[in-house]
């Protein structure tokens, strides 16, 4: 196996209902897909699609500008030696996970087709049987569901319309507005939600420890945990401190090394994990490792983009320990688009289905699905 050309394209995903977090919307954004095609002409693909400029420190147009530099850098490489590959990689651009995340994708799916086994299998295998709430996760993983930032009587209206669906797990964002707004919003959805629901209050980094203190104390005895309430790992130990509930840590989950030591710090009590912000599979499954042997739950996810992260999101997702298992989130629900509409990930009561359509991701790409590509590196 070698690699012999990256193809990367442009791929615009329209936003079909809003999605607002404390610190921007999306509305429409450009993905970026890579195609990845071995010395046989077998081809893999990854991606990368951030949300909003807001939500991490990267653009789309930085993805594609990167990979102008990381691509050339792992041309003649094996594909399966990931290790190889993202030495590489890190040798030739410092940062830029996002770009490095879709060219490692591409390559687990390619190595998948070429040893005709599903990435699940090569990243350990999925652990099947009861999930923590019970249900059988067959070719099916775990999910969670965002209830947007609202009214009261709209978030309680979403998340009944959530509940009638079949899930359990909900992150209700809040943030980017007084608190007594997202205390009263707060308190209807917990009013609703069924004693076995989980409940997530992700906040975007929105809130001053102050606020986010305030906040805690005013739901005391809501069953809930708090996801990013503040911006900086000092903000999120005075919650720790101060606050009544746990803390769950997502964009400052930036690296294994700061994951490691939110971890033996007591201040994480679970994750909301991204490829596009750690590199990768490659990097996540270290993270999966960590956090699975320290009984630190969480989930498997990316900030937006199609079938490719997503199957690569549930791909890992699915082998989570499930009582550590935060889920998989995908956001196909917002702009429903597919690469392939027979195998695509989609929401199904509460879980995300696997994809089936053959080794690596699962996904039967069409060939010229993505038009002319923006760049091709050979
Ligand atoms: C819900 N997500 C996984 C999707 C959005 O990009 C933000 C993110 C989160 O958990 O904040
Ligand atoms: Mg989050």
């Not at 394209?9 to 429409?28: D, W």
Request: aromatic share 4%.
């Amino acid at each position: 196996m070698s690699i012999r050309e990256i193809r990367v394209f442009q791929v615009p995903l329209e936003n079909q209902r809003s999605y607002t977090m404390s610190n921007s919307s999306v509305g429409s954004a450009v993905s970026t897909v890579v195609e990845l095609v071995d010395a046989d002409g077998t081809t893999g693909y990854g991606e990368a699609c951030l949300a909003s400029p807001q939500y991490q420190p990267e653009h789309n147009d930085g993805v594609r500008a990167s990979l102008a530099i990381l691509a050339p850098a792992i041309l003649g490489l094996d594909p399966l030696r990931h290790q190889v590959v993202n030495g590489a990689m890190h040798a030739a651009m410092s940062g830029h996970p996002a770009g490095k995340a879709a060219l490692d994708i591409a390559c687990w799916d390619v190595a998948g087709k070429k040893l005709n086994r599903s990435v699940v299998d090569l990243l350990g295998g999925a652990h099947t049987g009861p999930s923590a709430d019970g249900d059988v996760r067959g070719n099916r993983v775990l999910t969670y569901h965002v209830v947007g930032i609202g009214t009261p009587e709209q978030a309680v209206a979403e998340a009944q319309e959530l509940l009638d669906a079949g899930h359990t797990r909900f992150q209700l964002k809040t943030g980017g507005r007084p608190i007594h707004h997202d205390i009263d919003s707060i308190r209807a959805v917990a009013g609703v939600l069924p004693p076995h629901a989980d409940l997530a209050v992700d906040t975007n980094r929105g809130w001053t420890a102050v606020e986010a203190i305030q906040v805690s104390n005013a739901c005391a005895d809501i069953r809930m945990s708090m996801e990013q309430p503040c911006a900086t790992e000092a903000e999120l130990h005075q919650v720790k401190a101060q606050g009544r509930h746990p803390i769950v840590v997502d964009e400052n989950a930036t690296s294994l090394a700061a994951i490691a030591r939110m971890i033996s710090s007591g201040l994480a009590d679970g994750f909301g994990l991204k490829l596009t912000r750690l590199g990768g599979l490659t990097p996540m499954r270290a993270v999966r490792d960590l956090c699975m042997d320290a009984r630190v739950p969480m989930s498997s996810d990316d900030a937006w983009g199609g079938d490719i992260i997503a199957a690569a999101s549930v791909a890992l997702g699915a082998t989570l320990v499930p009582q550590f298992s935060r889920g998989a989130w995908i956001a196909h629900p917002y702009h429903q688009q597919h690469y392939d509409e027979n195998n695509g990930p989609r929401l199904d009561s509460g879980f995300v289905t696997l994809p089936e359509g053959g080794p690596g991701l699962g996904l039967a790409i069409e060939e010229g699905m993505f038009g002319t590509p923006d760049a091709v590196y050979r």
